[in-house]
């Protein structure tokens, strides 16, 4: 089982939609969970990152965390196009700044 | 007004080669991390310092070597180059070791043929 999952996608939506990104985890010691968006051929920029059970608002993105569950969450309120990019959901295990990094989930948002 | 540099931004070199690659931010960071992005996208750490003091040292071959001359710079030191050495390596860093928040360097594609 690897440590973090993500679907592959690619996740298709039309523009104005919510996108749902999705991501699990394997080590319920896990403390912190990021979310980064990578456009091709560039660098990972970090959205937003989370450590509380329940929602976190940050503009048109929510980032959902449910420990019990071992799973975690990306919404995106009124999908634009200019969101189409590769987005990777990490995990920070302990006090370090490690992070475990899922594949990525292709984002495509169409006109 | 680059945060994070990274020189140089592409590499193609051989198998056997000996390669540097460099890092350096001006953000004022105390801790930077050396990532590898494989052909499928797939994000690893393999190395970190916080003031100059390695703190993350992952299952990398020995001939990776990484060096801090101080919290402002860290270079990455490839011996030996082999064909799955083929990959992005990023660098990033962040204000206190357990890096909340990291900022990435724009990468550099090393190519070995």
């Known amino acids: 089982q690897k440590e973090v999952e993500q679907n592959s996608g690619p996740l298709s939506v039309p523009e104005g939609a919510i996108a749902s990104l999705n991501c699990t985890y394997s080590?319920?010691?896990?403390?912190?969970f990021f979310w980064y968006r990578q456009y091709s051929g560039k660098s990972p920029e970090l959205i937003m990152f989370?450590?509380?059970?329940g929602d976190k608002e940050d503009g048109r993105f929510t980032a959902q965390l449910n420990k019990a569950s071992q799973y975690v969450s990306l919404l995106i309120r009124d999908s634009q196009p200019s969101d189409s990019a590769t987005y990777l959901c990490?995990?920070?295990?302990?006090?370090?700044?490690?992070?475990?990094f899922g594949q990525g989930t292709t984002l495509q948002v169409k006109p | 007004d680059t945060a994070v540099s990274q020189t140089p931004k592409y590499l193609v070199t051989q198998m056997g080669n000996d390669k540097s690659i460099k890092c350096e931010q001006n953000?004022?960071?105390?801790?930077m991390y050396w990532y590898k992005q494989d052909s499928k996208k797939f994000l690893k750490i393999m190395f970190s310092?916080?003031?100059?003091?390695?703190?993350i040292n992952e299952t990398v071959p020995n001939r990776f070597s990484p060096k801090s001359p101080d919290k402002a710079h860290l270079n990455l030191h490839i011996n030996s180059l082999e064909l799955g050495d083929s990959a992005v390596y990023f660098c990033?860093?962040?204000?206190?070791?357990?890096?909340?928040?990291?900022?990435f360097g724009p990468g550099t594609r090393l190519t070995v043929t």
């Open positions: 990490a995990v920070k295990p302990g006090n370090t700044g490690k992070l475990i």
């Open positions: 953000l004022g960071h105390d801790t």
């Open positions: 310092y916080n003031n100059k003091e390695l703190i």
């Open positions: 990033a860093s962040s204000h206190g070791r357990a890096g909340l928040e990291q900022y």
């Open positions: 080590d319920r010691g896990s403390q912190s």
């Open positions: 989370i450590y509380s059970n």
